[in-house]
């Protein structure tokens, strides 16, 4: 089941990646620190998350993520992210996104019927794609509402919202 949402899922960006143009002349290539929230319903998880990366030609983004759960089904764990996105219409305020990443947990965890958290010390990891608005005032700060749906290896649906603010710094033309 996994195996066959990963085929479509990079079909679909690798297309995005080929007809999304390259930046104007004036964008540059960056690199940028970013602060995010979320929350995970299913869990009930609130990761704090603190990523960088690297945008090439004012729309490509890779970037690696760490984050911890202060609250939820995965209280005290820490975690970490990979993932690839595209902003849409480089240099305008309004950017769409569109991408996927694959995280990993140290554990498990979930809750019974009762609401009592239980974990087993199997790894788990998440295969996600995301979508959202970037608002970006300035060039170099953008204010994300996003929205991440995928699986686990549990096997379990996963969702999240998440609100982000990213820090670039230009790299040249």
């Known amino acids: 089941m996994k195996r066959q949402a990963v085929g ?34 299913v869990a009930n998880d609130v990761p704090l998350i603190l990523g960088v990366g690297v945008r090439v030609f004012g729309i490509h983004e890779v970037w690696g993520r760490l984050g911890y759960m202060p609250v939820g089904d995965d209280v005290g764990y820490a975690f970490g992210v990979v993932g690839y996105r595209a902003a849409l219409r480089p240099g305008r305020v309004v950017r769409p996104i569109v991408g996927a990443y694959f995280a990993g947990l140290p554990a498990t965890c979930g809750h019974d019927d009762e609401g009592r958290p239980a974990c087993t ?25 996003l929205l991440s749906l995928g699986v686990d290896s549990y096997p ?15 790299l040249g033309e």
């Open 121 to 145: 010390p199997d790894r788990l990891f998440i295969f996600s794609a995301t979508g959202g608005i970037r608002i970006e005032p300035r060039a170099w700060l953008g204010i994300a509402a």
């Open 8 to 41: 479509p899922c990079l079909a679909v960006l690798s297309a995005l990646a080929l007809v999304a143009s390259p930046g104007e002349a004036g964008d540059s290539h960056a690199v940028f620190a970013e602060l995010a929230a979320g929350f995970v319903p």
């Open 156 to 170: 379990n649906p996963f969702g999240m919202v998440e609100i982000a603010t990213t820090f670039a710094l230009p």
